[in-house]
């Protein structure tokens, strides 16, 4: 008998949550191998949701470079600069040789692609290995990679809940036509709430004020990208980037916001986390 939606979407939710919760705490290379396909798959899916605007996109070369940025946020090893010169150069002379299409927006989509879902990916590995200094403080950034998870899954799902019974006021109808103000609100608190809640539980090397910045971004510009991602699927005319998780659509689909916070997260620690 085939499963309903909503069963599948909780049955395949329980299965892959826990792995994604122990890989994202070990860190290191498992944390690597996740975060490098989050970002090829959802490059992917950025591809074949371009040819649906008849726009091809330069694979080869957008998975040869998620690949470097990623890596090179892990190693720490090139002065970025380099590799974004190196990057745009190669995609240009490429597409020279390439005739599929209209160049600029075969580029555009490329380089949207690359920098947008590369660069985001990679900042998950900084976040992770930002408390790196011995073996016992590294897995604190583990456990602010996990807080984030599940505060964007709260975020998400109050959001919807709360949206879904009291919402009146369009938050964004051009794009995303279901989404209220009272869901965004709801999302925002229950967002900040759950970063409270993980520095009471796991967060000792973060500040309780740090705690409520990380809920308030998380709140703000995880739902922003779930927009982001609305706005180029309905230019592109689809539903979801792909259907690779059964019953949650692809994996731009299940990233989005946190493909979105996950800069600025990291910029926010960065300059401010002491």
């Not at 938050?171 to 989404?179: A, E, G």
């Amino acid at each position: 008998m085939a499963l309903g939606n909503r069963t599948l979407r909780i049955l395949v939710a329980l299965i892959s949550i826990p792995i994604l919760i122990a890989v994202t705490y070990i860190g290191k290379i498992p944390f690597l191998i996740f975060v490098l396909f989050l970002g090829l798959a959802a490059y992917y899916e950025l591809v074949k949701m371009g040819k649906h605007k008849e726009i091809n996109a330069n694979l080869p070369v957008g998975v040869f470079s998620i690949i470097a940025i990623i890596l090179n946020a892990y190693l720490s090893y090139t002065p970025f600069l380099i590799l974004i010169i190196a990057v745009s150069s190669t995609l240009l002379i490429t597409e020279l040789f390439r005739n599929k299409g209209s160049a600029i927006n075969n580029l555009g989509v490329s380089l949207l692609g690359i920098f947008y879902i590369g660069l985001f990916s990679s900042s998950l590995i900084n976040i992770r290995e930002f408390y790196n200094t011995s073996e016992l403080v590294y897995y604190e950034g583990g456990y602010l990679i996990i807080a984030i998870f599940i505060s964007i899954w709260v975020c998400d799902s109050a959001a919807y809940f709360i949206g879904s019974a009291v919402g009146k006021h369009k938050l964004f109808p051009r794009v995303s036509p279901n989404k209220s103000w009272e869901g965004a609100i709801a999302g925002f608190i229950f967002a900040v709430v759950t970063l409270i809640a993980a520095h009471a539980l796991l967060l000792d090397e973060i500040a309780i004020k740090d705690a409520i910045v990380i809920g308030i971004i998380v709140g703000v510009f995880g739902q922003v990208g779930d927009l982001v991602e609305s706005l180029l699927k309905r230019d592109a005319g689809v539903k979801d980037s792909s259907s690779i998780i059964p019953g949650h659509g692809g994996i731009f689909d299940r990233f989005d916001s946190i493909l979105f916070s996950a800069p600025i997260i990291y910029l926010y620690i960065h300059f401010f986390v002491q």
